[in-house]
């Protein structure tokens, strides 16, 4: 299992940004889909963000709550995988955290919905929104 470390979290006003890094500690390059997913108090953790690696360039799919707000990016050379997150609102509060995605998740109805269990999670980082 490859080791993942989230960054780049904190306190922002709303209509701020932020953005967000996840390395590994290993190659990303055979992880086709990576996601972003989060975990707001008193929920559950779902995915909000996914890139899939293409020969032809990466997709990329967003849970309707955060399109036209976040990008989200890889660099497979630097084993890297990024969230641009614009114009924050207060429900976007919550630990993100960072993970593969499953391939017959890709462009399921429930993608942004269904629960993911994992064996790893790394610490997440914390995203507060708030005046």
């Known amino acids: 299992q490859v080791q993942l470390v989230e960054s780049g979290g904190g306190l922002v006003q709303p209509g701020g940004s932020l953005r967000l890094s996840c390395a590994a500690a290993?190659?990303?390059?055979?992880?086709?889909?990576m996601g972003w997913y989060r975990q707001a108090p008193g929920k559950e953790r779902r995915l909000v963000a996914a890139?899939?690696?293409?020969?032809?360039?990466?997709?990329?799919d967003y849970a309707d709550s955060v399109k036209g707000r976040f990008t989200i990016s890889r660099d497979n050379a630097k084993n890297t995988v990024y969230l641009q997150m614009n114009s924050l609102k207060p429900e976007d509060t919550a630990v993100y955290y960072c993970n593969q995605v499953p391939l017959n998740s890709w462009g399921a109805g429930d993608m942004f919905v269904r629960p993911y269990e994992f064996d790893y999670w790394g610490q997440g980082t914390q995203v507060t929104v708030s005046s």
């Open positions: 890139v899939r690696s293409q020969r032809s360039g990466d997709s990329t």
């Open positions: 290993g190659s990303i390059r055979d992880m086709f889909i």
